[in-house]
């Protein structure tokens, strides 16, 4: 594509989504899938559903040791107030169904009965979070989850790299011990999703507006998210969010790094294809997250209700909206 004066240019360098990483040898040991058929009717698998997501997480969250102390959780969500309790709400919100404002943008739509399923779902699933969860900023799931005190956790894809790493999994009993599978549904999200719903994440390598000399950058920026060089970052350093599909399609991308499976090249691209979507585009956007990110653990510490935060919400992005709409 040639450079035409004029125009703002940027390319994406990669994109990320969440999956779902678990512990293979929780979910192959013959005893707990004894067990949980038993309980549940059916066998123990990577959830498909957010009603599995959550049978899973209470089934896994027990006392390993017998010191009386819970010791392994279900699962492991970032909450902490701000952008990782904002990025978990919206990830409900979109999972069951609901979304932020009308398709106009021009006004809430969080009267719906689906963010309060959405908010009394994660409330239930905090039960089997450690209680340090509502604390952790992005990536500090990475941790625990390596140590084994996690049996699942939602995660950036890019970071499941990180499990491959004996620096990171120190044990050796549980050193390729991790898979990964797509973001479970909600069933009766009515819009016909056969996965949870994530904002897009990444990132975009931009030609600047005071550049000197744009076709050489251009023609840099092209170079540089090319496929060669793209496939030289995944040899050399292992980073896997390369934003070329052609690259995943290469047979030989399961050379480039242990975490290359088959499984998660699958995983990957289908969560870009069907998990991920764009942010909310609205003027006060800022304004709105940061709201979000506040109510979100109200109702997970008990200072509010579902039904009285998603009241609350809508009335504030209404509120946003009006607001930024006049200046």
Sequence with gaps: ??????????????????????????????????????????????????????????????????????????????????????????????????????????????????????????????????????????????????????????????????????????????????GISVLPAYPLNARGYTTGKFQASGGIINMSAHSRNKEATWEFMKWLLGKKQMSRVLKERGVAAMSRKSIWEDPNVATYHPSFTDEYIRVHLDSVANVNRASIKVPGLSAILEMLGQVYPDVMLGSTTPEDATEHMHAEVNRILKEYASE
């Design 1 to 178: 594509m040639p450079f035409e004066p004029g125009n703002w240019y940027g390319l994406p360098s990669h994109v990320d989504t969440r999956a779902i990483v678990y512990r293979k040898d929780l979910f192959e040991d013959p005893a707990n899938r004894a067990e949980f058929y038993n309980t549940y009717g059916y066998e123990l698998r990577p959830p498909k559903t957010t009603t599995e997501w959550l049978q899973i997480a209470k089934f896994f969250t027990r006392d390993t040791d017998g010191d009386g102390n819970v010791d392994q959780w279900g699962t492991g969500v970032t909450q902490r107030t701000g952008a990782p309790a904002h990025a978990w709400l919206l990830l409900n919100i979109w999972t069951f169904g609901a979304e932020v404002t009308t398709p106009d943008y021009q006004s809430s739509a969080l009267d719906d009965a689906r963010v309060v399923e959405a908010l009394k779902w994660s409330k239930e699933m905090l039960k089997y979070n450690p209680e340090a969860a509502m604390t952790w900023e992005f990536y500090q799931e990475i941790a625990p989850l390596a140590g084994g005190q996690l049996a699942t956790a939602p995660i950036y894809d890019s970071w499941y790299a990180n499990l491959f790493d004996p620096s990171v999994v120190t044990k050796p009993e549980l050193r390729g011990q991790f």
